[in-house]
């Protein structure tokens, strides 16, 4: 990447305030002149070899393989420990810089076509390309923007790089780009870099999480921005709402300094909120809790102060394994994290596969799941579970033996009738009398719940409540099985509403059930971290939120302004709302009049 000048501008957006819209990947507001850094695209030539020239053509792309390693070690030993997200992302390309995919795919290229290293590499990350796009889960397909950003630095060594391209932010400036690696975002931590926006990227690309992580507003996903405008320009980001401003007008630059003012004064608070303890203004205690996929974000829970995990989504596990687990390796997992946390509450909830998350190597009796006709209706979650026992009793076993080291909570998901929990019952204990039988210790009170995501389980809510310690709502599967949108379907997207009224009622019908039957109930789905839906599903007497760990600060300084009295007249007020607009309408007015510091935003 190099700087350019503004003979790139296409004269579009010359001197006009112009607005545009893109992620915010990164909070924080800023306004100064920008640096639009063009990478210049490395065209990948070809080029036959002679076959004498075979071994050293691999011997220097293995050279330059041992070179991008170097670099991302070096880049690593310069990190400062508390950047613990950034330094995991860095980790994570270290090991990938010499994955196979890359490394003897690329190599075999080279031997059997006869053709140069760069022309070789393309080829295998197309190759890769392909295999992600053909991933429905958008989290786990973003991630081939990783394995694209350690190749680009092993194609930047090969064909002999440009110079430095951040050796120029020496005045304080907004950087804009085509892409930034995450590596880029961590060079991008000086004085000189007020903030940055991209083309590429969206919010949970390791770019973004590096960029919360230093604190650097950015946007990213604007479309074309490198055309449209051109360095010395001037720019205003808002990495909160995603809004790019260039050219801005100084009624508009004020109007954001004094609301990033207010944002800072905010964002200084927010930090004194961990530590307080997560009640109302009235006394009325909700526990916070968080939601996590791995055991590397433990450190973030105890950071964030949660209150426990409400949902450790054990699945995960399952996708960075090469082959099936065994036992052993989830009792060592679930022991950490119980033990970890202990006394604190740790909600396990066994496998939800299938759906929109496939896992190679698990057992499917021939079938496959990613092939299934409607997968979200499918053999997922439970479902599979009931059908490959031994797998399932095999999760169950490494739980119950972990649970004698703090307090373990089991969670099924996706139950849909009582016969189905009655089954899965019957297979917790039986699991626990081989354990007994075979002299192993578990904890005998360790507490069993269901998720409530299915309108079947809504509608028999009351009797489900009878067999069970306490339910937890997925609401993320409620509204795709309630509105019957498929969560990961771009063209119906804009009708998956959570506050959509059959969503709010079946939230409410579900709480009544278990409170009525004295058991408590947790909300696990996105909306328990949003600001704008956590009044309502206090307002509906929610016992519980989980949600990513980073929202817990914002979610508790909520709680702590509100008052159980007006929670229960917005629960009841939102209760009789008949469409989305209509419950949408009321919060507008509802939270900027209620919580002025959240909500007051230009
Ligand atoms: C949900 O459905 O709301 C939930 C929390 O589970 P998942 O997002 O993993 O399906
Ligand atoms: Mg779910």
Redesign the pocket.
Known sequence: MTPSGNNNLNGKTAGQPTTLYGIGASPGITVGKILVLRRHTRKAGWYHLAPENIDNEVNRFMLAIDQAEQELVHLRSHLAEDLSDALSIIDSHVLMVRDRMIVDRTVEIINNRNINAEWALAKSLGRIKKKFNDIEDPYIRERYSDVKHVADRVFGILSGREGDPFADVDDQVIVVAYDFSPEDALRLRSENVLGFVAEKGGVTSHTAIVARSLGIPAVLGVEQITRKCATGDTMMLDGHSGKVFLNPVPDQILQYQEYSRQYKAFSDDIGFYIHLSSETMDGFRVRLAANIETLDELQTVQQFGAEGIG?F?SEFDYFHRQKAPDEELFFQAYKTLISTLAPLPVTIRTL?VGGDKFVEHLPTNGLRLDLERNPALGLRSIRYSLKEPDLFIMQLRAMLRASVYGNLRILFPMISSLDELERVKQLVNSVKDQLRDEGIPLDPGVEMGIMI?VPSAVMMADSLAQGVDYFSI????MIQYSLAIDRGNEHVAHMYDPLNPAVIRMVKKTIDAGHARGIEVSV??EMAGDVMTVPVLLGLGADELSMRPSALPFVKRLLRKSCTSKLSDLGEKILRCEDGAEVRAYLNSYLPKNYPEEFNRP
């Open positions: 949902l989504r939800d995501e997925g609401t993320n599967d696990c789905g």
